[in-house]
T-cell receptor, first 119, second 114 residues
């Protein structure tokens, strides 16, 4: 079945550093990918929609200069948390929409998530 | 804007029993898609079942079935013959016809005990 690879699965880094998370569709093209953030025992909150070849669309309250998204190819989107601080610690999940099939019925496939811990 | 509400933060059930998780949503659209996702402790998102709003027939997937009431904007999940492996957080999700991002409810933590 369709697979989305998200890397790294867990990262610990010092405050002030930047961290890049990759989301890659392995066997399908994804013109649209989504980035979510999840705090423990809470729901997935949409951060931004990433469209191949164009700027990402950020949800209200999400700092676009803080969370840089690049979707340079049909199979790869990256999320860079710039100058990360402890409050950025969270679980980040990407999903990729399979471009095949009728627009409204294109399935979305999730990566396994990245646990980010900022010390 | 669409919203998804799950009013049961936690549920528990014994093995082999049946449990129903509730979900309501709000939308002005006529065509859309509804989903139930399972998130076990591994935090992997697993699609459980999908319902297309234009289909009146309730979706079923083995032990999982839904009760879709379009007029009431209700979409509950029934798990029959519960198994220990069903222990997880369950999210109800809405997708509009334009296929933008999934909108999730707050989730229900289900515990299955022996």
């Amino acid at each position: 079945g369709a697979v989305v690879s998200q890397h790294p699965s867990w990262v610990i880094c010092k405050s002030g550093t930047s961290v890049k998370i990759e989301c890659r569709s392995l066997d399908f093209q994804a013109t649209t990918m989504f980035w979510y953030r999840q705090f423990p025992k809470q729901s997935l909150m949409l951060m931004a929609t990433s469209n191949e070849g164009s700027k990402a669309t950020y949800e209200q309250g999400v700092e676009k200069d803080k969370f840089l998204i690049n979707h340079a190819s049909l199979t790869l989107s990256t999320l860079t948390v710039t100058s990360a601080h402890p409050e950025d610690s969270s679980f980040y999940i990407c999903s990729a929409r399979d471009s095949r099939g009728p627009f409204g019925r294109q399935p979305q496939h999730f990566g396994d998530g990245t646990r980010l811990s900022i010390l | 804007a669409q919203t998804v509400t799950q009013s049961q933060p936690e549920m528990s059930v014994q093995e082999a029993e049946t449990v129903t998780l509730s979900c309501t949503y709000d939308t002005s659209e006529n065509n859309y898609y509804l989903f139930w996702y399972k998130q076990p402790p591994s935090r992997q998102m697993i699609l459980v079942i999908r319902q297309e709003a234009y289909k009146q027939q309730n979706a079923t997937e083995n032990r999982f079935s839904v009760n879709f009431q379009k007029a009431a904007k209700s979409f509950s999940l029934k798990i029959s013959d519960s198994q220990l492996g069903d222990t997880a957080m369950y999210f109800c999700a809405f997708l509009n016809q334009a296929g933008t991002a999934l909108i999730f409810g707050k989730g229900t933590t289900l515990s299955v005990s022996s």
